[in-house]
């Protein structure tokens, strides 16, 4: 039987695990792969627990590719048919009801989603304002900040009374993917042993959209400071830019924008001495793989990741708030700054460890 207490001044109710028998857990993460790949270690955590629990992910297609070799998931789901179809999973899933799902994500329809499963126990962060904790039974009010970008999906598991070992992600990649991405940079040119640094300009906010002229000074400083060539990383939609980027370049770019599916671009990632992109997924994967980071915001700069092993790197602007954030904004950020950051991570002659 399920014991509930409540926590004073938290307003949030702690489920007690050894009295409730766990057979099924479903997680529902429907928003970008990033933050699902932030989430992979939440099924980590749960397997630990629970080692006989049957773990079924409920997510997104470009989140599936990423995650399908997880070892603690047992199966994916993955809709077909944009919200329709995610609508139309949770209904299937719910003639194997799970005992307990998870809303990973925290929108309308993830906690939509995780309501027609017809999970009894339903799991969730409490923003406040957000329509998505009326369909949970339980929820965590999410802290003002994170130390690690994980934090925030592990938090749910304090509902369970469950206490993260690591908050490291778990992202495996396939031997396949390793060996096609240094397949695709061998044709490109780039000799099996060079060392490089990845590139990822890509985005859809103006905000963050910095001119190509200034990403090319940045790949020919690090090629004449360092030796070190180029990969542009991107979706088939940022393909023009990454050519106009490769095209000013005098250093050696290796273009791989719309080539290489999102696990071939984390072993690109992983195989690379640094990152340096724009606030995107690829900079999560950047993190998985425990590659520096370089991040190119047009943030206020009292705001940073506060993922280790990545920097921010924004105008230094006065900010309050109500300021309209464009590209006169990001542009007040120059290619020297960028590079500088860069230093604090080439400059050191010890290569990165990975743990």
Known sequence: MLSLRPVPRVRTLRCDV?????????????????????????PRE??????????????TREAAELVHSHPAV????????????????????????????????????????TWLSGAGIRLGHGDPGKISSLFLTHTV??????????????????????????FEPLLSIDAWDLEAAALMLREAGLPSDAQFVAIGP????????????????VVDSLHYKYGLASVLLGSPQHTPLLRTIAERCGAPTVVLGGRTTLPQAAA??????????????????????????????????????????VTVVSPRLPWHRGVHFDRWTIDHLRPRHVVHTADGW??????????
């Not at 139309?88 to 309308?108: C, K, P, Q």
């Not at 950047?286 to 940073?304: F, H, L, N």
């Not at 080439?346 to 743990?355: F, G, I, M, V, Y």
């Open 18 to 42: 050894p009295r409730v028998k766990v057979r099924r857990i479903l997680l529902v993460h429907l928003g970008c792969f990033g933050d699902a790949v932030m989430a992979t270690a939440v």
């Open 46 to 59: 749960l397997r630990e627990r629970l080692p006989n629990a049957e773990i079924v992910w409920l997510t």
């Open 74 to 113: 047992d199966s994916l789901v993955v809709p077909r048919g944009g919200r329709a179809g995610a609508l139309m999973a949770a209904l299937r899933l719910r003639r194997a009801r799970a005992d307990v799902a998870i809303d990973l994500e925290g929108s309308t329809l993830s906690g939509l989603v």
């Open 141 to 166: 009010r999410p802290q003002s900040t994170y130390v690690r970008a994980s934090e925030r999906s592990l938090e749910v598991l304090n509902l369970l009374n469950l206490t993260p070992a690591s």
């Open 202 to 217: 890509g985005t859809s906010h103006p905000r963050d959209r910095w001119r190509a002229r200034f990403w090319s000074t």
């Open 268 to 309: 690109v990632i992983k195989a690379s001495r640094l990152f340096i992109g724009v606030d995107s997924g690829l900079v999560s994967l950047a993190v998985a793989t425990k590659t520096p980071a370089v991040v190119v915001a047009g943030w206020p700069p009292r705001r940073t990741l506060p993922e280790e092993r």
């Open 346 to 355: 080439l400059s050191n002659s010890t290569p990165w460890a990975r743990k």
